[in-house]
Nanobody, 124 residues
Framework: QVQLVESGGGLVQAGGSLRLSCAAS????????TGWFRQAPGKERDFVAS???????YYAASVKGRFAISRENAKNTVYLQMDNLKPEDTAVYYC??????????????????WGQGTQVTVST
């Protein structure tokens, strides 16, 4: 089993930055890929970014060039660095872990474990 805890969300002005963290515990060695998703009120949960065990990264077009996903293996933690934030980035951000092969899918059903989310609010 894998447990995921997100942190780092908060309120930031447009153009500002935040770094989200996803700390994994349990059977972390079984994780093949880790992804970030976000969900705004009344909207579907959308793919943001993911990183595979071999280091391959994937991004939604809406965040490419502004967000960066990275991993610190010693801490079993995946980060999402968010720069040049926009009001439309406002959402609850979730991290998710995939324990099987991952080829860059944006489908949330590909992931096996989920955190509880952290709120990101971007003001004008």
């Amino acid at each position: 089993q894998v447990q995921l805890v997100e942190s780092g969300g908060g309120l930031v002005q447009a153009g500002g930055s935040l770094r989200l963290s996803c700390a994994a515990s349990g059977r972390t060695f079984s994780i093949y890929a880790t992804g970030w998703f976000r969900q705004a009120p009344g909207k579907e949960r959308d793919f943001v970014a993911s990183i595979r065990r071999d280091g391959a990264t994937y991004y939604a077009a809406s965040v490419k060039g502004r967000f960066a996903i990275s991993r610190e293996n010693a801490k079993n933690t995946v980060y999402l660095q968010m720069d040049n934030l926009k009001p439309e980035d406002t959402a609850v951000y979730y991290c998710a872990a995939d324990q099987n092969y991952y080829s860059g899918s944006s489908n949330s059903s590909e992931f096996d474990y989920w955190g509880q989310g952290t709120q990101v609010t971007v003001s004008t």
